[in-house]
């Protein structure tokens, strides 16, 4: 064939590939693709209309939201907790 006489490609410093750190990155860009992938796609199909009956009144809200603000009631409570709990058993 015609190309097979070329002299193989290298990078000047004569390292073959990518060295760790071009690794890292890309693994690490491939990984937040993947992150916010699967999140759009969540959003996506939790964007639908329910009803949510509080105490005193009801409301048509959009589940994504239904799903975010119970998890960050989750993680204040559960913050607000530990710390209680932490406080109680240092005294002893």
Do not use: T, Y
Request: charged share 25%; no cysteine.
């Amino acid at each position: 064939m015609a190309g097979d006489d070329l002299p193989e490609r290298r990078p000047p410093d004569g390292r073959d590939g990518l060295d760790e750190r071009q690794v890292r990155q890309l693994a690490l860009i491939g990984a937040l693709v993947l992150v916010v992938s699967i999140l759009l796609i969540f959003v996506i199909e939790n964007s639908d209309e329910v009803r949510v009956s509080f105490v005193f009144f009801s409301a048509d809200v959009s589940l994504i939201w239904v799903i975010v603000m119970s998890a960050v009631v989750g993680a204040v409570a559960g913050g607000v907790v530990g710390r209680l709990v932490r406080r109680r058993f240092s005294k002893d």
